[in-house]
C-alpha cells in the first residue's frame, strides 16, 4: 500500500506561485502514475496535471502554462508548480496515484486571493 502526503499549501494573492509537494512512501512501485487533483468548493473534483513514465505529462486547459507538474523519483516526490495563480485556482488540491486513481493523499488548501 501505497501512502500519500501533501504539502505546499497556503494562501497567495492572484498572480503569485505556490509549490506543492507530494511525498509517497510504502509500496512506491505502484506509483508510476501520478496526479494532482482539485476541487472547488460545490463543484466536482477535476483532474489538473497527471504524469507518467520517463516524464509524460497531461494538463487540463485550465492550468496549461501556468502549472507544472513534475517528479523526484530518488525522492518518491511529486510536485505542482504553481505560477499565474488566479482566484478561480482555489480548491483544495490532492495527489493521487494510480490510473484511475487508487490512492489519494490528505489534501492541501490553496486559496488565491483577487
Known amino acids: 500500500q501505497v501512502q500519500l502526503v501533501e504539502s505546499g499549501g497556503g494562501l497567495v494573492q492572484a498572480g503569485g506561485s505556490l509549490r506543492l509537494s507530494c511525498a509517497a512512501s510504502?509500496?512506491?512501485?505502484?506509483?508510476?502514475?501520478m496526479g494532482w487533483f482539485r476541487q472547488a468548493p460545490g463543484k466536482e473534483r477535476e483532474l489538473a496535471a497527471i504524469?507518467?513514465?520517463?516524464?509524460?505529462?497531461y494538463y487540463a486547459d485550465s492550468v496549461k502554462g501556468r502549472f507544472t507538474i513534475s517528479r523526484d523519483n530518488a525522492k518518491n516526490t511529486v510536485y505542482l508548480q504553481m505560477n499565474s495563480l488566479k482566484p478561480e485556482d482555489t480548491a483544495v488540491y490532492y495527489c493521487?496515484?494510480?490510473?484511475?486513481?487508487?490512492?489519494w493523499g490528505q489534501g492541501t488548501q490553496v486559496t488565491v486571493s483577487s
Open positions: 510504502g509500496r512506491t512501485r505502484s506509483t508510476h502514475v
Open positions: 504524469t507518467w513514465g520517463a516524464g509524460s505529462t
Open positions: 493521487a496515484a494510480g490510473s484511475p486513481p487508487e490512492v
